[in-house]
């Protein structure tokens, strides 16, 4: 039997939104549902539902998953895994601490830390008439700005925050941008293989 091609549409993603509300798993959106949560309608298609939690609450996200069929993936780490269900749906954890300053720090494979500012937890943004958390703009844009190279989808997503919120994009996130116009800080530097192998997985 042929694999699967994930996606992850609207309904469902509302669905895992809620029961993870109703667990009392706090929990904000990134990738390409992000993008359009706070755009506030579906602009494309998503492969999977990216989110990200704080560790403490790994261990009860992973149990509810499973309960309803969802298997880690390979490739992942305690952090960051994608788990399955076997019919098309995907969820891409990436899970974090809080420091004292309110910023979530997670933790790449290779040891390095990965820092989200703490203003960008205070994105809101609508799924199917559901008030959802999720990265600011700002945020979402700082994200897709180092570590990687930009795929089509990237320029497209990045685009609509710039046009809805007039959010300043970096000329790498431009379309015929150079991805190499800005030097990246050693953090960022320690990023890109995490970044890039992230991406393989997300959207």
Excluded at 82 to 111: K, P, Q
Excluded at 166 to 172: A, K, M
Excluded at 189 to 197: D, F, G, P, T
Aim: charged share 25%; aromatic share 6%; with cysteine.
């Amino acid at each position: 039997m042929a694999a699967m091609n994930p996606e992850m549409p609207a309904e469902a993603a509302v669905r895992l939104l809620r029961l993870f509300e109703a667990a009392g798993i706090e929990v904000w959106l990134d990738g390409g549902w992000a993008v359009d949560a706070v755009v506030g309608e579906q602009t494309r298609l998503h492969k999977d539902l990216d989110i990200i939690l704080q560790v403490a609450d790994l261990p009860r996200m992973r149990q509810l998953l499973g309960e309803r069929g969802f298997r880690p993936q390979p490739g992942g780490t305690e952090p960051n895994l994608v788990l399955a269900d076997g019919r098309g749906l995907e969820v891409d954890l990436h899970a974090i601490v809080f420091d004292n300053a309110g910023n979530g720090v997670y933790r790449m494979e290779n040891g390095a830390d990965w820092t989200f500012p703490a203003h960008g937890f205070a994105g809101r943004g609508d799924l199917l008439g559901l008030t959802v958390r999720c990265l600011s703009p700002e945020v979402q844009v700082l994200c897709h700005a180092h570590g990687y190279v930009p795929t089509e989808k990237d320029l497209r997503d990045m685009g609509l925050l710039e046009a809805r919120f007039g959010v300043e994009l970096p000329p790498q996130l431009r379309r015929g941008g150079d991805e190499n116009s800005r030097e990246p800080t050693a953090q960022q530097a320690a990023a890109a293989h995490e970044r890039r192998a992230r991406r393989g997985r997300m959207r």
